[in-house]
């Protein structure tokens, strides 16, 4: 781990601070002393993730960049992390244009405004997504063909990311998340219902069987494979990765995983047990576009940072059952 108190405190913008993984990156920072500001729409997030952390309220991708510039000066900034995008798939395919806007002139908007006011460290939050098909244990150096316009974005805004730290002195980092669950604290969940473990507490709420698509995979048991790591690991890379972005200008794509696989299967009966159902699993078909494994080859991220993940799945599950339990609990007593 390397959140611990440091004597040469930060001050850090984080864009979409609000969020699932931004906020538990937000708290890491502020709890290790770093002056963190969040700038963050509200619209999937909310401030109350984030109580104490000043929060300015506005969608980054229309023409933000003279407003960030004025923040980033206001409030001394020496860093960025750039959380705030758009993240579904398959709203992706139906609106590819706004996935463009949203997550590739987020980037365009912050780069001007960094440039502007000098200030010259990013994180930036891209994904496994940009592999496309690509199965196995994937390198950084494997080649990017994403197949939907979500991983799209994320490839493009990497390459301007590039581009820049080519023009200017930007010291920068792309971070590929693979699969991210958890909850560093239950009220820090992902309240939205998009990935497995969440859709499949979903359907143990209905009393409805979790669905596994695909049991005739060339894996372990059949089903696909994935590498699950917990929201605080991912939390915790941003922060090491922060402090060990390399003096000189570049972007260093690093994927965040475990390097462990799991299988669906594995992961659906995990997620029955914790929740105590009796229900079974079903198979249906494959969908389109999965691969059979994806596990993320970590040994990058380790060497340059020190940075590996801690949690297990185990950890994973429970955290995020934990998470949902506070939020139906929530839901009840308004
Ligand atoms: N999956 C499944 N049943 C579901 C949701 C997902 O079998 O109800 C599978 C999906 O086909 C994939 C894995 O779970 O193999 C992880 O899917 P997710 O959408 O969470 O993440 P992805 O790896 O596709 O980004």
């Given at each position: 781990m390397?959140?611990t ?16 993984i ?28 984030i ?12 023409g ?9 000066r ?11 995008a758009?993240?579904?798939v ?10 463009y806007?949203?997550n590739?002139?987020s ?17 930036f ?6 592999y496309?098909?690509a ?10 063909r ?17 581009a ?6 930007l ?8 699969n991210v ?7 820090l969940?992902?309240t939205?219902?998009?990935n ?7 359907q143990i709420?209905a ?6 698509f ?10 696909c ?13 941003h ?6 972005l ?13 390097g ?6 594995e992961?659906?009966?995990a ?10 699993a ?15 080859a970590?040994?990058?991220m380790?060497?340059?940072t020190?940075?590996s ?13 934990e ?12």
């Open positions: 390397n959140s108190r440091r004597l040469d405190h930060m001050r850090v913008m984080v864009t979409g601070g609000a969020g699932y931004g906020a538990h990156t937000s708290r890491l920072l502020a709890d290790r002393g770093d002056y963190v500001l969040v700038v963050d729409d509200l619209v999937t997030g909310s401030a109350d993730r109580p104490g952390i000043p929060v300015v309220s506005f969608n980054l991708a229309n933000s960049s003279a407003r960030l510039e004025s923040l980033m206001e409030h001394r900034i020496d860093a960025v992390i750039h959380f705030a758009q993240k579904q398959g709203e992706s395919v139906e609106k590819p244009a706004w996935y806007e949203q590739v002139g980037v365009a908007q912050l780069l001007m405004a960094m440039q502007q006011a000098e200030v010259h460290k990013l994180v939050s891209s994904s496994a997504a940009v496309g098909e199965s196995g244990t994937i390198t950084e150096d494997a080649v990017a994403p197949i939907n316009p979500y991983g799209a974005t994320k490839l493009a805004a990497e390459q301007l990311i590039s820049s730290a080519l023009s200017w002195p010291r920068a980092a792309s971070l590929r998340y693979f669950g958890g909850a560093g604290r239950p009220e969940g992902d939205q219902t998009l497995l473990i969440p859709i499949c507490f979903e709420a009393h409805k069987s979790p669905l596994i695909g049991n005739d995979y060339d894996t372990v048991d059949g089903t494979v994935r590498d699950y790591v917990h929201v605080s690991d991912v939390a915790d890379a922060l090491a990765v922060l402090d060990a390399p003096d000189e200008p570049g972007n260093e794509v690093l994927n965040i995983g475990t462990v696989g799991t299988s669906v299967r992961m659906v009966d997620i029955l047990a914790v929740s105590g159902s009796d229900l079974i079903e198979v249906r078909e494959r969908r389109r576009g999965d691969p059979a494994a994806v596990v993320g970590v040994d990058r380790k060497e340059l020190g940075w993940a801690t949690m297990s799945v185990a950890d994973i599950v429970e955290s995020a059952w998470s949902r339990q506070y939020f139906a609990a929530l839901a009840q007593r308004s």
